[in-house]
């Protein structure tokens, strides 16, 4: 491995993680405020990424930057108010299932309004081509972008949580309801702020995701799974574990794949020869890289074992 | 006498005649079972409306005279649902039964029907299979029951080895290749073709990936470029492709030229866009810009979808089934597969031939090139305002392999 790709390597690990990080962000705000695991998390980051089409081929990519995620955070927080918030009393399991169903309500009038097929949603003009060239390998503008927001929105929304009064409200709102609600807060609507606000992050990641990666119907369920091991190994609810996970897993991922090693070395440097013969072979020729995109799974089941509270969780039970 | 002559021959004219046009005005229907839903559900509905589009246009004008019916069923790309799908399409009536996205699903079927029509003489179906590749299916597992319209990993393999073996600029080749058959059987086929043709031809990597799972490619793209490889060879398709084109665009990796096997597939053309100009070649039995009766055709699509119509082999597959249907005078599928083994017809790239002895079509193949597209070549894909454009055309005989099937016949 020389530098040349250890850099680059290190480069994309750390966009890919940071992209993570602003998919994971909402979700961990929603449950540590709220209790809800949100199962539509990744379908508010699609139609982040379609209205951002749709939008961006009438008036242009920087407006709709803002007004796509706005106009997720309105839906966000119309579903709580008027569908999550009446099955709360029921507890977590029908909240839970009502936001699976959501997931499977979105899919469906996704594939409706904009077909199955990929839409064709690319980036401006000036977001295109190579940032820098690091020893002749490009570094597109795009990836740095990606950087660049996921680093403004978790600053700003560090400093809304931490020095504003809204954040304020927001984190007592979590503690100690009641007396928040006794002092003449409106917690509900506080509720109803942080849904939508979580959506709209991920609605913000799927802006931006959406013409770095492909916009197609499949883009909710493949990033589903991965944003549910970074807000487990993080520690559930919290958003600096969260950030560490999403670029630790980012980054592993990254490396894992130039890592074209197998149980097979590993035998053969303490000795032991393994052939074709040789009993669980397909399984032992596997080889790192082959295995990147499950490891962040093992990684979940091992956290499970060894750490249920997560990298940086303070829940104990 | 005379008279008795002359009523006989009309007699015997008029039987034969009627002979002829036994099947005329019947329906056929055909049962499609292919993903619908899921990460291949672009694909899938791509081709089922170009089934339907096509059966418009086989039952204007058939020599046979049937008109054709689509059942569409989703399988969900899996071969547990491809058996139960199969068994609504053959309650429904279904004859015939067409599938192509999977090998898997493709064996599934093939399984199905020999026991179905061991079980249910009278009531056989026929597999025509339209675009699952895997070599395993007209050889160690061949059937009867099954016939191949595309050309299967090996025979692209050797179409594309061939043209690569006198490119002076191939020198080092990457493999990467989706880890299931598909992808295990193209860096297969191409380790050992190249090993045959181009023995100084050095692979510098050989990954395979899970199927459709990984979003971004780019730290494969930095692998690539760390091997110094200059060519890569790939059968990816749908979303495996395009986001590694995609991953090689932004990077910069403009040194290196990509040999595929599905680029004009649903997705891809729209990743590639102009970036990708000049660097991605495909290998295929047709292309987008194909004169003759594809033509019209794809511009008609295109004009009623939006859409490309890139699945020529459904073409194929129309117009077998027609011809045989005269050949055999019935619709039924133990007389139609009895003539369709060793029929020669014409279709769109030439003449092609059924072999007897696999069920694997035998056709010519393209190697095309991602160019703008010209006066000579006006048909993009995905409104990019790109296409394929043909580079060299390979007679059905270069492109043959040699089969192990050792059919049995019922």
Redesign the interface.
């Known amino acids: 491995m020389n530098l040349e790709f250890f850099v680059i390597s290190l480069l994309n690990g750390v966009s890919y993680g940071l992209l993570l990080f602003m998919l994971s962000s909402g979700l961990t705000l929603i449950f540590s405020m709220m209790g809800v695991l949100n199962f539509a998390h990744t379908s508010f980051y699609m139609l982040g990424a379609y209205f951002a089409f749709t939008i961006s081929s009438v008036v242009g990519f920087w407006p709709a930057l803002v007004l796509a995620p706005l106009v997720v955070f309105v839906m966000g927080a119309a579903f709580e108010r008027y569908c999550l918030r009446r099955v709360h009393k029921f507890g977590h399991v029908p909240e839970l299932l009502v936001t699976f169903g959501l997931s499977y309500l979105i899919l469906e009038l996704v594939q409706l309004v904009w077909g199955r097929s990929t839409v064709p949603y690319g980036l401006p003009e000036q977001l295109q081509g190579p940032l820098f060239t690091l020893y002749g390998t490009q570094f597109p503008k795009s990836r740095s972008f990606v950087m660049l927001v996921a680093l403004l929105m978790l600053l700003s929304v560090w400093l809304l949580l931490t020095r504003t009064r809204i954040g304020l409200v927001i984190q007592a709102a979590l503690k100690y309801p009641e007396m928040v609600e006794a002092l003449g807060h409106n917690v509900p609507r506080v509720f109803m702020l942080v849904f939508g606000g979580g959506a709209a992050l991920a609605g913000l990641a799927g802006v931006i995701g959406g013409n770095t990666y492909v916009t197609e119907p499949a883009m909710a369920a493949s990033v589903g799974s991965i944003i549910f091991v970074v807000v487990v190994v993080g520690g559930m609810g919290s958003l600096a574990g969260a950030f560490l996970a999403s670029l630790l897993i980012g980054i592993v991922q990254t490396f894992a794949v130039a890592l074209d090693y197998s149980l097979i070395h590993a035998f053969r440097l303490v000795g032991v020869a393994v052939t074709e013969q040789t009993f669980g072979y397909p399984l032992l020729k596997l080889t790192i890289s082959q295995v990147a995109p499950i490891l962040p799974y093992l990684f979940l089941v091992l956290i499970l074992i060894f750490r249920p509270k997560g990298l940086l969780g303070t829940r104990e039970d | 006498m005379k008279f008795a002559i002359k009523a006989v021959a009309a007699s015997v004219l008029l039987v034969s005649a009627g002979g002829v046009f036994a099947q005329k005005g019947e329906t056929v229907k055909i049962a499609w079972l292919d993903p619908?839903s899921?990460?291949m559900?672009?694909v899938g509905?791509?081709q089922l409306k170009s089934f339907q589009f096509l059966a418009e246009e086989f039952n204007k004008k058939n020599p046979a005279g049937v008109k054709f019916e689509i059942i569409g069923i989703d399988n969900k790309l899996s071969p547990q649902e491809t058996t139960s799908a199969l068994r609504s399409a053959m309650d429904q009536g279904a004859r015939y039964v067409v599938q192509g996205n999977g090998s898997g699903p493709a064996l599934a079927i093939m399984d199905a029907l020999e026991k179905h029509n061991a079980r249910n003489p009278g009531k056989e179906v026929l597999f025509l299979n339209y675009a699952a590749v895997d070599p395993d299916l007209t050889n160690s597992k061949c059937s009867y029951w099954h016939f191949r319209l595309d050309a299967d990993t090996s025979m692209k393999m050797e179409a594309l080895t061939t043209y690569m073996k006198d490119l002076p600029e191939v020198k080092k080749v990457y493999l990467i290749n989706q880890?299931y058959s598909h992808g295990q059987q193209v860096s297969k086929y191409a380790k050992e073709m190249m090993a045959r043709k181009r023995p100084d031809v050095q692979f510098v990597g050989d990954?395979?990936?899970?199927l459709?799972?990984?979003?971004?490619f780019?730290?494969?793209i930095?692998?690539i470029?760390?091997s110094g490889a200059d060519t890569v060879i790939t059968g990816n398709w749908g979303?495996d492709l395009?986001?590694l084109i995609?991953a090689a665009n932004?990077?910069?990796?403009n040194n290196v030229n990509f040999y595929t096997y599905y680029g004009s597939v649903?997705?891809s053309p729209?990743?590639m866009g102009s970036a990708a100009a000049g660097r991605v070649y495909m290998v295929a039995y047709a292309h987008m810009n194909l004169p003759g009766p594809l033509n019209q055709i794809v511009l008609d699509y295109k004009k009623k979808f939006n859409?490309d119509m890139y699945t020529g082999s459904i073409y194929h597959a129309y117009t077998m089934l027609s011809e045989g249907f005269v050949k055999a005078k019935s619709t039924d599928p133990v007389k139609v597969a009895a003539v369709l083994e060793g029929m020669k017809f014409k279709s769109f790239n030439g003449e092609v031939e059924m072999r007897k002895t696999d069920h694997q079509l035998q056709q010519g193949l393209f190697i095309s090139k991602w160019e703008k597209v010209n006066d000579k070549y006006p048909i993009d894909s995905?409104?990019t305002g790109y296409t394929f454009v043909p580079v060299k055309y390979y007679e059905p005989y270069v492109a043959s392999t040699p089969t192990s099937c050792q059919m049995k016949r019922p």
């Not at chain 2, 459709?212 to 971004?216: L, T």
């Not at chain 2, 932004?250 to 990796?253: E, N, P, Q, R, S």
């Open positions: 619908l899921g990460l559900a672009a509905t791509n880890n990954d395979l990936h899970p459709a799972q990984v979003r971004d780019s730290p494969y930095a692998k470029k760390q979303s395009a986001l995609k932004d990077a910069g990796l649903t997705g729209t990743a859409d995905e409104n």
